[in-house]
């Protein structure tokens, strides 16, 4: 259960933000998770609405986007398609993974007087 | 509009960030990684399911080398000094991370492990992680490399099933491979499975029991170890931005 502490890190980061801009209450997170990234969403919204009390997110909302996998060759660009030996089929090339890792923290929406 | 007072309506603004949720542990890392680097030795991140065999297999590499290595570990473990003692018993220099509940090691408790420690004069420094198959491979630690246990007890599925954890590794060691006689396991399966969620698919078969597949390990590792560096008796070689107690 490591998502517990991803949203340790999602809040500490947010109240360094509050505290650069001013920041008095949050209304909404933007996050992107990737598919393949290792983190179960609803085990991070559980989370999320767990820790969030007393801290500067008490009473956001945590808005997830989340990205599907896509591997490419890093060489040809040529699609490998989920489930398939990763592997380019062309040039025998390894592939690599374009998208579906991510743990991002996109933006943050907060009454913030001083920005 | 607010009928009390008739202020507006609270201002809200969108901040952008677009950073890791994990950038402190990711800065953690790159710490640990100039560390490592600074004392030119190799660090690789031992992970699997519990039991899978991993410090069975640190035995056996210990067993191997011989005097030709000098070894390192860190062990994560949620209770106990279990494979850290024994890890000791073999000659490999060890201690242990006690992790408490969390089921996985992050930079930031690798660090203050690698000030613990006792040696800086290893050649090759395994953080052994915490038996599990899921959290660890989200955590940079610093390592050079990724290397998954997968024991043959454990089913040809498991790459298919966790591809997170195989999709970040550098080796997978398919572990136990005496047992294979005496099981209903196809290697060709699971060779095909890691092929489906890791790239530069790469797997060794390795019994620490009977010592099967272990030169071709040691192998791997000694192709991964940087130029050798002029070492500091003690202290550290690279830049702190931290204070140490």
Redesign the interface.
């Known amino acids: 259960?490591?998502e517990y502490?991803?949203v340790a890190?999602?809040i500490?980061?947010v109240q360094q933000?509050a505290n650069a801009?001013g920041?008095?209450?949050v209304?909404r997170l933007h996050?992107q998770i990737g598919e393949?990234?290792?983190?179960e969403i609803d085990l991070l919204k559980t989370a999320f609405e767990t820790f969030r009390e007393r801290t500067i997110c008490d009473g956001a909302e945590l808005a997830i986007d989340t990205v599907a996998p896509a591997?490419a060759c890093a060489s040809c660009e040529r699609t490998v398609e989920r489930?398939?030996?990763?592997?380019c089929e062309a040039c025998g090339r390894?592939?690599?993974?374009t998208q579906g890792?991510e743990?991002?923290?996109?933006?943050?929406?907060?009454?913030?007087?001083n920005? | 509009m607010c009928e009390t007072c008739g202020c507006g309506d609270p201002e809200i603004v969108p901040i952008e960030i677009q950073e890791r949720i994990l950038s402190d542990n990711d800065a953690h890392a790159v710490h640990n990684r100039s560390h490592f680097e600074g004392l030119g030795l190799l660090a690789i991140n031992l992970m699997g399911s519990p039991g899978a065999g991993k410090t069975a297999v640190l035995e056996a590499t210990a067993k191997a080398a011989g005097e030709r290595l000098k070894l390192g570990a860190v062990s994560g473990d949620l209770a106990t000094d279990r494979d850290a003692d024994r890890l000791n018993a073999s000659g490999i220099v060890s201690s242990t991370i006690t992790t408490g509940s969390a089921c996985h090691l992050d930079a930031r408790l690798v660090h203050r492990a690698l000030h613990q420690f006792p040696s800086n004069d290893r050649d090759i420094f395994f953080i052994e992680n915490v038996g599990n198959l899921v959290c660890p491979a989200i955590y940079d630690l610093g390592q050079a490399a990724n290397v998954v246990t997968l024991s043959v007890t454990e089913g040809e599925d498991k790459p298919l099933k966790y591809p997170v954890m195989f999709q970040k590794a550098d080796l997978v060691l398919l572990t136990k491979v005496d047992l294979i006689p005496h099981l209903d396991f196809d290697v060709a399966a699971v060779e095909d499975a890691v092929a489906r969620v890791m790239p530069a698919a790469k797997m060794l078969k390795v019994s620490a029991k009977t010592g099967e597949g272990i030169d071709a390990w040691l192998q791997w590792l000694e192709e991964r170890r940087p130029a050798p560096v002029e070492r500091p008796a003690k202290g550290h070689s690279h830049e702190h931005p931290h204070e140490h107690n």
Not at chain 1, 94 to 97: E, N, Q
Request: hydrophobic share 45%; glycine share 8%.
């Open positions: 259960m490591h502490s991803i890190s999602l500490d980061r933000e801009h920041g008095t209450r209304h996050v393949l990234s290792g983190v591997w489930g398939a030996i990763l592997r390894p592939a690599r993974m890792d743990i991002i923290l996109q933006r943050i929406e907060m009454e913030a007087p920005v």
